[in-house]
């Protein structure tokens, strides 16, 4: 079903993220009125709120699918009845992978590594950064200087 209240939706005034917003806007701005004017407001107001709640259709409950939570279970079983039962896999085998995974990790991380640092890292300038950070040139010069001391003999 349509909205039956988008043909008559106006773009030149404002609106609220959500009804209950809206109603307390209008809510708000009818209680400004007096006397008269303030029962006619409340009246059209709630006549449309009215007429809403009675169009507008409630969405049908949704049934839960349980097709889908007994097959969820069923895996849950088989794979605590798997990690209960003894292992499928040979304790040689797994230790077989590993042994290969190690040897791989260590004949391909540090070319990896450089490979990774080449194309992220820009080594000269980290390292003219670090030498501004921690080392003072200046201040180690003049410690000399200061230090020194010059003797001419004749």
């Not at 895996?75 to 605590?80: G, V």
């Given at each position: 079903m349509t909205n039956?209240f988008?043909?008559h939706?106006?773009d030149m005034?404002?609106?609220r993220?959500t009804?209950?917003?809206?109603?307390a806007?209008a809510?708000?701005l009818?209680?400004?009125f007096?006397?008269g004017?303030?029962?006619?407001?409340?009246t059209?107001l709630?006549v449309?709120?009215n007429t809403?709640?009675?169009?507008?259709p409630e969405?049908?409950?949704?049934?839960?699918?349980?097709?889908?939570l007994?097959?969820l279970?069923s895996?849950?079983?088989?794979?605590?009845e798997?990690?209960?039962?003894?292992?499928p896999?040979p304790t040689h085998?797994?230790?077989v992978v590993?042994?290969?995974?190690?040897?791989?990790?260590?004949?391909?991380?540090?070319?990896?590594?450089d490979d990774?640092?080449?194309n992220h890292?820009?080594?000269d300038?980290?390292?003219e950064t670090w030498?501004?950070n921690?080392?003072?040139v200046e201040?180690?010069?003049?410690?000399?200087?200061?230090n020194?001391?010059?003797?001419?003999n004749?």
């Open positions: 039956p988008k043909p939706a106006l005034f404002a609106k993220d009804v209950d917003q809206a109603l806007y809510s708000d009818i209680n400004t007096e006397g004017n303030k029962a006619a407001a409340w059209a709630m449309v709120v809403a709640a009675a169009v507008w969405a049908p409950a949704q049934e839960p699918d349980l097709s889908a007994g097959a279970r895996r849950i079983a088989a794979l605590e798997w990690r209960d039962g003894p292992s896999i085998f797994i230790q590993d042994e290969r995974v190690q040897s791989w990790a260590d004949d391909n991380f540090n070319s990896l590594a990774w640092l080449r890292a820009d080594m300038q980290e390292i030498v501004e921690n080392l003072d201040d180690a010069v003049q410690d000399v200087l200061r020194a001391s010059l003797r001419i004749f």
